[in-house]
């Protein structure tokens, strides 16, 4: 076997030593396919080997080449379509590339969660995306928010947390909401005191991919990114402009207005989105509280954009939304009667965003991002109210460097976050409930061993503060050192493979599932502890295959296996005054695996989606699921789709769920059918969700008692809406 081994290695040295010998000189340029414009920073490789170049700022290259041919090669750079030619030597001609923007060309999606800037398929951490095609479809089901988008989703749960006001957030692979981050364009504005309403505030029609990441992401993310992150990738102007309308309504009283327009010329773009959603309260099952609540909410989100020259970007923006909740008797609801239980939710959300991207010739990228929100919310009970306000910031300064066969990303951020409680009946004279910051350093590489392989790695360190107010609690700096790795191997042209895993955790919250759904009434919220700091170790192995079954049909399919470990986790738990958190003895395991298979034959797209979550208590004597977590959900779609029709059919089986009593819920299936008549100008839609009308109130009453005292069901396992049909215009202009 030595000999063997000292054999392959004189013969790679023999080999690279008559490679080297009579080499040309090839001379290339990359430019943009539209406006002809060079490209600076483009990357020109050899297929097959690491012979690689980067482009100048006049978008040119060389490259040094054997006489023997023919060779492939391969211009690609952030946000362009990748392009493959293949050249025979000797040439004497500049060879020319002409690439076209991700915008114009979707097929090959550039991920930006992992900052690398690679495709889909290149990069080494498994991403899912869904692209503007998909969302589009979406759209059409849902215009109001992104909860469908989340829903369905393999490995993703959406948990409402209220009857009557139909709060929600999500779960991924099993986990609480709290341990995923939910971002827009790579900044964190939706958590804390707002998660439990995001799902539902968050429209989805000026974006333009939503990207998954499963599994721990603390690397780059920090704390709260045990479960992964779901970023929400906006639109950004082009020099076509983009004016389009989107006009829904529902069978359950709902009505859906959205604006969006977006242009750049040299040196200015903008975009511009304006939604106003409106819901009446609707009751399918006409026990006389509200399924889905009273809705009023306008949402405006500008945002400018300023390109000084070539190499600079500069963006500035702003979220404004303004929303009035209200479920429960509908009497009340409708000024028909002066006594009867309801639950209002008003709340006011005002974020700002600043991005400045400068890209230097030597293939080097400088960022500089911000954020800052302030959110207003007030949950009204007939004789409750809790009203609390956070603030919270984030800054980083990250700098990105491509070579041939390595990147690299370092960086630095800053994140605050404080809370206030400003209800009336507290009785502390100081309103602060706590005030925490992260300071945070990362580095991370991606690099290319060889063809076959690439090894991405990252370590994060971090520095917390949490003081919470009006008690003695020592405000000491806890430190943690994140590690991360992901490995891809592409055994062949048909079959790769991932794994990757990391280490994690989640700061001291007080915004968690189960104080929410007790709308925070009884619970100690200054009971929360500096050290109350939850950890996480996780592993991630996917097993991908793709092949093309003729000329017009591609077959994919990927087996994703998960496994994470959460310990020191921070529980809520009653007390003889009420409620109050602490941390639970012992820790949590989730694992399971996905089967996602997607079949293409020429217009007909069909996708199989199938979880398997396994979630086990190990903590507090405690034994057995996670309450309301399906340990089998199947998603199957279909979609035909022309210049002139879309047509979709989807179904979805959720199976049993544990109730917190211990008791065991009933599996169910829903359907949904979709059609779109397209036009040049815009298009007509009708979409029947849930058309088989299952709903939890077929299984059982959502609310017992008067309606004065009512006493509603806490577990929420099945749809409350039930059947609903809507249907509108989009227009494009």
Known sequence: MKNVFLFLLLLAAVFRNTASQGQDTLHITVRHATTNQPIPGATVLIIGTTNGAVTDTAGNAQLRLPTAGPYKIRASAVSFLSVTQTINLPI??????????????????????????????????????????ELDEKANMQ?????????????????????????????????????????????????????????????????????????????????????????????????????????????????????????????????????????????????????????????????????????????????WSNEQRTGGYLPIIRNESATGYTEANDSRRLATQFRLEKRFTSDAVLTVKNSYSRFNRAIVLPDYRFDGQQHSSFTELSYFKHQPKSDWIVGLNVWTDSFRDNSPQSTFTDPSVYRQSIAGVFVQNTLTLSEHLSLETGLRGDVVTTRVGGTTDSDSPKAFLLPRFSLLYRATEHWSSRLGGGLGYKAPTLFTEDAERLSFRGVNLRSIQSNQTESSIGLNWDINYRTELGNETTLSINQLFFYTQLNRLTVLSPQTDGYAFRTAAGHLNTRGFETNVRLVYHDIHAFLGYSFIDTQRRYDNLTGMIPLTAKHRLYFTTLYETDKLKTGFEAFYSGQQQRTDGTITRSYWTMGYMIERKWSFGSIFINFENFLDVRQSRFEPLVHGTPTQPTFVTDIYAPTDGRIINGGIKLKL
């Open 92 to 133: 004497s001609d500049t060879i020319r590339f002409a690439l076209e923007t991700s915008e114009e060309a979707l097929e090959e999606v550039t991920v930006s969660s992992t900052r690398s800037g690679r495709t889909v398929a290149d990069e080494p951490t498994r991403v899912e995306v869904i692209d503007a095609e």
């Open 143 to 319: 215009p109001a928010n992104i909860a469908v988008i989340l829903r369905e989703s393999p490995g993703i749960q959406v948990q409402q947390t209220s009857v009557m006001s139909a709060n929600a957030t999500f779960r991924i692979q099993g986990l609480d909401g709290r341990y995923t981050q939910l971002l827009q364009d790579g900044l964190p504005l939706y958590s804390g005191f707002s998660s439990g309403l995001s799902l539902m505030q968050v429209p989805p029609l000026n974006l333009k991919q939503v990207e998954v990441v499963k599994g721990c992401q603390s690397t780059l993310y920090g704390s709260g990114a045990i479960a992964g992150l779901v970023n929400l990738v906006t639109k950004e102007p082009t020099r076509q402009r983009d004016l389009s309308f989107l006009i829904n309504g529902t069978s359950a009283l709902g009505l859906d207005l959205n604006g969006y327009y977006a242009q750049r010329n040299d040196k200015i773009g903008i975009t511009l989105y304006a939604t106003r959603n409106l819901q009446r309260a609707f009751d399918p099952n006409h026990d006389q509280f509200s399924d889905l609540p009273q809705t009023a909410r306008t949402t405006l989100q500008p945002k400018l954009f300023w390109y000084p020259n070539a190499t600079m970007t500069v963006s500035a923006g702003l979220i």
